[in-house]
């Protein structure tokens, strides 16, 4: 019984914990550097632009149904296994 206790007491503690995170932006914090430049840049960063993910780490999706079906064109390197 003591168990049970505990975990929901640990669930409730968390719970509570988690609902107090801040909604306001970022800023740096006083008397710290700010970002560095990176190597090739010819200024810093914005937050923006930090925090938005580029093409690669979020592709695009693609929701283009088969309409008809076509012909695969021959591929050289489509070979039967060895044996």
Do not use: N
Request: charged letters at 30%; glycine letters at 6%; aromatic letters at 2%.
């Amino acid at each position: 019984m003591a168990t049970k206790r505990l975990i929901i007491a640990t669930l409730a503690a968390s719970a509570l914990l988690g609902a107090c995170g801040s909604k306001e932006d970022l800023k740096p914090v006083a008397g710290q550097p700010a970002a560095v430049v990176p190597v090739g840049a010819t200024r810093a960063p914005t937050t923006e632009e930090l925090t938005t993910p580029d093409a690669q780490a979020r592709p695009a999706r693609s929701d283009e149904l088969l309409k008809r079906s076509e012909r695969r064109e021959p591929d050289d390197f489509d070979l039967p296994p060895p044996g």
